[in-house]
């Protein structure tokens, strides 16, 4: 083989292997790392997306990956505004919002101990006795609304006065346990409440009379032109008479006339139209006894 040939040859050669040199390079570049940089444990986490409990928008849930030192972070509680089944007979739950306008406060349903409205004032109203004393107070709303029921019976030519309104427990306790020593636990408990079930501590509630003070929070009460007036117009201005006649086995308590409570006019008006107690409008079980 002549010399040309020969350089020809090899230059060929070396040529080749120049390009298998440079093939192998490219393909190891397609080969995706088998490993990612590494990180901090205590800062990788990975998102999930679960549904919201109220069937809402999905709530994202971060979770920390294995080996994460993260803290875990309490999941924060909501109470329930009562107990999810209602109480058996003769069983007393205590109330979970005792400040609600529409508190059911009954045989079954106690305000806590120490309770005490934040809101009390006195109501512009007459009362059958003239000192400023706790008896004479109820809540701003209940006032307000009060004055307003005061004035439309005068109007209607109907004279009211308060007979009580707002009463501590302790003042309750001290009521309850003389109506005890007169009668007997089993008769008081038919017209006067165990301490803490009484509506008089809501400050919403108030026993009302004639402007004489005649059959004041008594039986006799019925009947009159002042109660015939307020079971007639007390809806208008947010009252229901709690204890309806013929309702003792719902309420638990013989019919009181002069006994009103404010709920509101949208309460109390629907009550009143249907002929409801609150038990009633709550579909809850009869107090009974």
């Not at 080969?31 to 986490?45: L, W």
């Not at 109506?179 to 008081?188: L, M, N, P």
């Not at 809501?202 to 009302?208: C, F, W």
């Amino acid at each position: 083989m002549t010399t040309p040939m020969k350089v020809k040859m090899a230059g060929s050669i070396v040529l080749l292997m120049a390009l298998f040199i440079v093939a192998g390079c490219g393909s190891k570049g397609d080969v995706a790392p088998t490993s990612s940089p590494s990180a901090s444990p205590s800062s990788v986490a990975t998102a999930t997306v679960s549904p919201s409990p109220s069937g809402g928008s999905p709530t994202p849930v971060t979770t920390p990956s294995a080996g994460s030192t993260q803290k875990p972070t309490a999941s924060p509680t909501v109470s329930p505004v009562t107990s999810s089944a209602p109480p058996k007979s003769g069983e007393v739950q205590v109330v979970a919002k005792p400040e609600s306008v529409t508190v059911l406060v009954n045989k079954q349903n106690s305000l806590p101990s120490s309770y005490e409205p934040a809101d009390l004032v006195y109501p512009n109203i007459p009362f059958t006795f003239a000192e400023k004393i706790e008896k004479r107070k109820m809540r701003q709303v209940a006032a307000t609304a009060i004055e307003k029921l005061f004035a439309g019976a005068e109007k209607d030519g109907i004279h009211l006065a308060g007979v009580s309104a707002y009463r501590s427990y302790a003042t309750q306790k001290s009521v309850f346990q003389s109506y005890v020593k007169k009668d007997g636990e089993e008769k008081a408990k038919t017209y006067s409440a165990v301490p803490g079930t009484s509506e008089h501590e809501t400050g919403l509630a108030i026993d009302v009379t004639g402007s004489n003070g005649k059959c004041a929070a008594e039986d006799c009460f019925g009947g009159t032109k002042e109660a015939v007036w307020l079971e007639k117009h007390a809806a208008d201005y947010g009252f229901i008479i709690r204890y309806p006649q013929g309702k003792a086995a719902i309420t638990g308590y013989q019919y009181e006339p002069w006994h009103i409570r404010y709920v509101g006019t949208d309460v109390s008006k629907e009550i009143q139209a249907k002929s409801l107690t609150m038990e009633e409008f709550y579909h809850t079980v009869p107090v009974s006894k």
